[in-house]
């Protein structure tokens, strides 16, 4: 009985000691990622350039930015990108982050919940987005390694609409602790969404996906695609930062925004494809839309906006973003998001010279 009661205080106090580990982590994400900014590298955005239609059609008011997504209604094509949690800066971060949701209607996706799940004391950090927003939109988070287990807690966890699967191989292995085996993957992937009834959404994290990886998740079925393109937060760089002056040699890894939303949409065609990465404008919204993409993730930036300016800026900062869209709209004449996605644009420079090699 002795041994055993030694034991199982040795299996809590590796437990806390894991979980210590991972707290200093995200908060040296959250740290790195406000100060590292984005890139190296271009999203491509810029090689998209709309047709201007010269004649105005429409007033401010006429242009609607709601959109209806597997049975719910948003009010404006964005959605808050999985960011942080486990720690009480975290636990700061997400209560305003579901503030903004809140108030814009718009969904929002929590950090990685592997840290609660291991640690219900850091449950609370996760749990605040749905005391907050009662009746959003909120997206559970876990690696796409995941089991069906671990996927319903964390979904139960915050009574989740859908649930991320979080593809991040290059920072792993960026991660002097990271993972060193992906086999498996796919298989948890496909088990996760045989047996989980709400919508599954493939998520890079920053090096973006490509056609052939959209269409290997197509068919281990997955609702949706959120491609995560290179050009904004990098994570193998901020992985590298935690222990080294330079950003390490796979700080131009993936794919740029653009290139990967392009690869994604003309191949999954039958999903809801999802862009972010780098997307900080209004101008680069309608681009992202355009093209093909249901609604624009915001990820770092928003971070960087709460983090060094506080929760009204923050609030102001989405504000600035869909006056911007709804400013582009006009120019475009789309009274509707449907609308602007039939407007006329032209691919060039680097952009159409990937697509067309790629023969996409």
């Known amino acids: 009985?002795?041994?055993?009661?030694?034991?199982?205080?040795?299996?809590?106090?590796?437990?806390?000691?894991?979980?210590?580990?991972?707290?200093?982590?995200?908060?040296?994400?959250?740290?790195?990622?406000?100060?590292?900014?984005?890139?190296?590298?271009?999203?491509?955005f810029e090689d998209i350039r709309f047709v201007p239609q010269g004649i105005g059609e429409l007033a401010w008011a006429d242009v609607s930015l709601a959109l209806d997504v597997w049975g719910r209604t948003w009010k404006a094509p964005f959605y808050i990108n999985a960011l942080t949690g486990g720690s009480e800066e975290g636990q700061a971060i997400n209560r305003s982050l579901a503030k903004i949701a809140s108030e814009y209607g718009i969904p929002m996706a929590v950090g990685s919940q592997r840290i609660a799940l291991d640690d219900q004391e850091t449950m609370k950090t996760f749990t605040v987005v749905r005391e907050v927003n009662p009746d959003g939109i909120i997206w559970a988070n876990l690696n796409a390694k995941s089991s069906v287990s671990d996927a319903k807690r964390a979904?139960?966890?915050?009574d989740a609409d859908a649930i991320q699967l979080h593809l991040n191989m290059a920072q792993e292995l960026m991660m002097l602790e990271g993972d060193r085996d992906?086999?498996?993957?796919?298989?948890?992937?496909?088990?996760?969404?045989?047996?989980?009834?709400?919508?599954?959404?493939?998520?890079?994290?920053?090096?973006?996906?490509?056609?052939?990886?959209?269409?290997?998740l197509m068919q281990l079925g997955v609702s949706g695609?959120?491609?995560?393109?290179?050009?904004?937060?990098?994570?193998?760089?901020?992985?590298?930062?935690?222990?080294?002056?330079?950003?390490?040699?796979?700080?131009?890894?993936?794919?740029?925004?653009?290139?990967s939303l392009l690869e994604?949409?003309?191949?999954?065609?039958?999903?809801?494809?999802?862009?972010?990465?780098?997307?900080?404008?209004?101008?680069?919204?309608?681009?992202?839309?355009?093209?093909?993409?249901?609604?624009?993730?915001?990820?770092?930036?928003?971070?960087?906006?709460?983090?060094?300016?506080?929760?009204k800026a923050a609030f102001q900062y989405l504000e600035r973003l869909i006056n911007e869209l709804t400013a582009v709209m006009l120019l475009m004449n789309a009274t509707n998001l449907d609308e602007l996605q039939r407007s006329p644009y032209l691919?060039?420079?680097?952009?159409?010279?990937?697509?067309?090699?790629?023969q996409l």
Do not use: C
């Open 1 to 44: 009985m002795k041994k055993l009661k030694i034991g199982l205080m040795e299996n809590r106090m590796s437990r806390r000691h894991e979980t210590q580990k991972r707290l200093e982590r995200k908060q040296e994400h959250i740290a790195l990622a406000v100060e590292t900014g984005v890139g190296p590298g271009s999203t491509r």
């Open 225 to 259: 695609l959120d491609v995560g393109g290179s050009g904004g937060t990098n994570f193998p760089v901020i992985e590298h930062r935690r222990y080294h002056e330079d950003d390490g040699f796979l700080a131009d890894w993936g794919l740029p925004t653009a290139i």
């Open 182 to 216: 992906f086999r498996g993957t796919a298989e948890a992937i496909a088990n996760i969404t045989t047996e989980i009834k709400i919508p599954v959404i493939a998520k890079e994290v920053g090096n973006g996906l490509s056609a052939e990886a959209a269409e290997s």
């Open 347 to 358: 691919i060039t420079g680097p952009l159409r010279e990937w697509l067309e090699i790629r």
């Open 264 to 311: 994604t949409v003309k191949t999954a065609k039958t999903l809801t494809v999802f862009a972010s990465g780098g997307i900080r404008d209004g101008l680069t919204v309608a681009k992202a839309l355009a093209v093909g993409a249901t609604a624009v993730g915001l990820g770092g930036e928003l971070l960087r906006v709460l983090v060094k300016e506080g929760e």
């Open 155 to 158: 979904i139960a966890m915050i």
